[in-house]
Nanobody, 121 residues
């Protein structure tokens, strides 16, 4: 199983970016999917996640500015980031609970490789 994240880059404050993360491999089921971020010198933190039924959850710092969504057919989770601030600068990682035949259909957590988002002031 692989999670391939993309969409990061350099943007000015107030701008927007859209991150994507596609899951591939011998996947039987995908439960929750989410985005985390880690800024230099800080711990990794949850940004947003979405359950298999579409229920969403956001960190207080991004509520009203970010929106998480998923495409079940494409096995992809998205993070639309608007009104970006310099404090949003971080490496963004996608995470997903995925069940496979090899795991006995038990959902295990997988991480993507991270994509860097830099917001200039």
């Amino acid at each position: 199983v692989q999670l391939q994240a993309s969409g990061g880059g350099l943007v000015q404050a107030g701008g927007s970016l859209r991150l994507s993360c596609a899951a591939s491999g011998d996947i039987f089921s995908i439960n929750g999917m989410g985005w985390y971020r880690q800024a230099p010198g800080k711990q990794r933190e949850l940004v947003a996640d979405i359950t298999s039924s579409g229920r969403t959850n956001y960190a207080d710092s991004v509520k009203g500015r970010f929106a998480i969504s998923r495409d079940y057919a494409k096995k992809t989770v998205y993070l639309q980031m608007n009104s970006l601030k310099p404090e949003d600068t971080a490496v963004y990682y996608c995470n997903s609970d995925i069940g496979t035949v090899a795991s006995g259909f038990v959902a295990l957590g997988y991480w993507g490789q991270g994509t860097l988002v830099t917001v200039s002031s």
